[in-house]
């Protein structure tokens, strides 16, 4: 059973963000580029409430699925054990092999089909999050006259861990002046315990 959580399908819903602001107004480019702001997606992610309710909920039915099928297995593993009783090759012994192997093929259908409801749920929770996540960014880059808004990492490199440390040296943002919008974002995406600050701020 694979596990239903975030780096299944992080890269392919995720990868890559920027946010381009082809709405900015003909008057404020007359004024210049415009600025260019930061974002940790997966930060927003993590604390968005609603994202990891559903995520919990998808993790504890995936739990819940795997000691089914485990369970069910044990019983059809348990059913086996009445093949000793019969001669090879008799009637009754290829009648049982039958009925355990159509079990078995039952079994294993109905874990593919749950499996791939669960993905999809999953991919959808991932996707709506994303959405509202892309709405509340254009909004508060229209208030604030950003043009573009790019995903950064803003966890610290461990200088113990060679893996982390490769993955820190290839970020794509090396540097920004207080320009991170990720506590505004979290904020209003989570308007019940949380007020949106009045600009941008640092992590």
């Known amino acids: ?7 299944t399908l992080c890269a392919a819903v995720m990868a890559a963000v920027v946010f381009p602001l082809s709405s900015q107004s003909h008057a404020q480019e007359d004024k210049g580029a415009g600025l ?3 974002l940790d997606v997966a930060k ?3 604390e968005n409430q609603e994202f990891e309710s559903k995520m919990a909920q998808i ?3 995936a739990d819940a699925l795997k000691a089914q099928i485990q369970q069910q297995q044990e019983a059809i593993k348990d059913e086996a054990q009445q093949l000793k009783d019969y001669e090879v090759g008799s009637t009754e012994r290829n009648q049982l092999e039958a009925a355990l192997e159509q079990k078995q093929t039952a079994l294993r259908t109905k874990a593919r089909q749950a ?3 669960l993905l999809n749920r999953e991919a959808k929770i991932y996707h709506e999050t994303y959405q509202k996540m892309q709405e509340v960014v254009g909004s508060i880059a229209n208030q604030h006259g950003i043009s573009l808004v790019v995903r950064f990492d803003s966890e610290p490199i461990d200088a113990t861990n060679r893996a982390e ?3 820190g040296v290839n ?3 090396v540097f920004h ?8 974002v979290i904020g209003q995406m989570n308007p019940a315990t949380a007020q949106a600050p009045t600009g941008t701020q640092n992590k």
């Open 44 to 46: 927003v992610f993590r």
């Open 1 to 7: 059973m694979k596990t239903f959580i975030i780096k």
């Open 115 to 117: 499996e791939a409801d």
């Open 165 to 167: 440390v490769v993955k």
């Open 36 to 38: 260019v702001a930061v």
């Open 59 to 61: 993790k504890s039915e």
């Open 177 to 184: 002046r207080r320009l991170d919008l990720t506590k505004m």
């Open 171 to 173: 970020r794509s943002v």
